[in-house]
């Protein structure tokens, strides 16, 4: 039949147009009409017409039967991602605890450090990858290394909070959430504030130490960074975004001068290796965060030795059978190389487990070498280049909150930043005594 051909009139038009050109007729046989006769030409326009009518519903009524199931929470299909098994019965997302243990450990890894390459270089030393899966043909699609683009998928998809997105629109998920919506946030919140590529932070044109840390602790918004010329001569402000979207009168911060907040914050970043509190609460905090790590190591260790047990059993199994048809012979080699792939990458993994117990344990933190190494980074704060300062603010503060009402500011530091400052402090006395 002639909608089997083509169902829209535009490129049938463009056929019989072409078939003209070469003097060739169309006559459809289970049909009464041909192009030779004018009448046949109408009937075949009237046919074609209807075939596209019928499928232009055909393809409303399928998203309206998407756009429903997004609403109520659906997973509607795709690409499997890596936390989650497609339940092949009724296709809804089932948690994989194995998995979804490193998505986690993912996203602190993003907000441990700042940026999406040392993120992924972690992931390779691990031997995490994407997601791995098998389609119903028995094909196995996926698994590979982690690159910048992958990592950024996967930190944007919001469907780890156990929600779905269509069209724009955020819909509560019939599936459970990897991620809670806090964590979340924050690493939206970081990755707007670095860029994609993590480098408009320290590429700013007039060396705004606070872009994207400096809030207003009033009404919680961001204060964004201007400036003015005036007698040729620049003069830098920090705005709450609030005061400047909706009037002077809705904020009591307004506006301050960037110099003077950017000098305050130097004075708390210059001041941190003798003030006790925060040595105490870093040296605290990377305890508590070494004592996390190493129960998520505990856990994946236990948890490769299990499926490591399971794959000896099947090498086991396999070597002890007996095969008379050549074709069993050739698979079970197949298999068997298989699983000592799964093996040798499962073994390289306990390895790098091992090593990183180790250098955590051997890493304890010291409160006097905390202090030691702060105290020692003030006077080097100074010869720092305005590039080089913005990453250390940046490596050194989650946030900086400033009070118009009073003038008040609150510089709220990062552990692991710290923790992160003082390894290098280190190395360069590695090196210096070298």
């Known amino acids: 039949k002639v909608d089997r051909l083509s169902r829209s009139l535009l490129d049938f038009a463009r056929m019989m147009e072409l078939f003209d050109k070469h003097a060739v007729s169309f006559v459809s046989v289970t049909q009464q009409f041909n192009t030779t006769s004018s009448m046949g030409r109408l009937t075949l326009n009237i046919l074609l017409s209807f075939a596209q009518f019928e499928r232009e519903i055909i393809s409303e009524r399928t998203r309206d039967k998407m756009s429903a199931a997004r609403r109520k929470g659906k997973w509607i299909g795709g690409q499997p991602i890596l936390g989650y098994d497609v339940d092949r019965q009724g296709g809804k997302l089932v948690v994989n605890e194995e998995e979804a243990a490193q998505v986690k450990a993912i996203y602190q890894l993003y907000l441990e450090h700042q940026a999406m390459i040392p993120v992924v270089e972690e992931l390779g030393r691990r031997g995490w990858h994407a997601k791995r899966w098998t389609t119903q043909k028995g094909k196995d699609r996926g698994g590979k290394p982690f690159n910048k683009g992958s990592l950024f998928r996967l930190l944007t998809n ?3 909070t156990g929600k779905v997105a269509f069209k724009g629109t955020i819909y509560d998920g019939e599936h459970d959430g990897i991620v809670d919506i806090d964590l979340w946030q924050r690493v939206q919140d970081t990755l707007r504030r670095n860029g994609r590529t993590g480098g408009k932070a320290v590429r700013n044109k007039y060396g705004a130490l ?13 204060m964004i960074h201007t400036y003015t010329n005036k007698n040729g001569r620049l003069y830098r402000y920090y705005v709450c975004l609030n005061a400047q979207q909706r009037g002077w009168s809705s904020c009591p911060s307004k506006s301050l001068n960037a110099q003077e907040i950017e ?3 130097d004075k708390h970043i210059r001041g941190i290796g003798s003030n006790e509190t925060i040595i105490a609460a870093t040296a605290a905090k990377v305890r ?6 190493l129960a998520e190591l505990k856990k994946e260790r ?6 490591l047990k399971r794959l000896h059993t099947r090498v086991q199994k396999l070597m002890s059978e007996s095969f008379s048809v050549a074709s069993d012979q050739k698979l079970a080699i197949d298999q068997l190389a298989d699983l000592q792939d799964q093996i040798g990458s499962l073994d390289q993994r306990m390895t790098a487990i091992r090593e990183e117990v180790i250098s955590i344990q051997n890493e304890a933190v010291d409160e006097g070498d905390l202090a030691k190494a ?3 980074f003030a006077p ?13 603010v940046r490596l050194l503060v989650e946030r900086v909150g400033y009070d118009g009402r009073d003038g008040k500011v609150t510089v709220t530091f990062r552990s692991p930043g710290i923790k992160a400052l003082c390894s290098e402090a280190a190395v360069r006395d590695v090196e210096g005594t070298a």
């Open 158 to 160: 919001v469907t780890y």
């Open 380 to 392: 080097v704060w100074e010869s720092l280049s305005p590039r080089e300062q913005t990453r250390i």
């Open 210 to 222: 606070l872009k994207g840390i400096l809030y207003c602790a009033p009404c919680g918004t961001g």
């Open 288 to 293: 508590e965060e070494s004592e996390k790590r």
């Open 263 to 265: 000098n305050a914050v």
């Open 374 to 376: 702060l105290t020692a």
């Open 302 to 307: 236990q948890s490769h030795e299990r499926v």
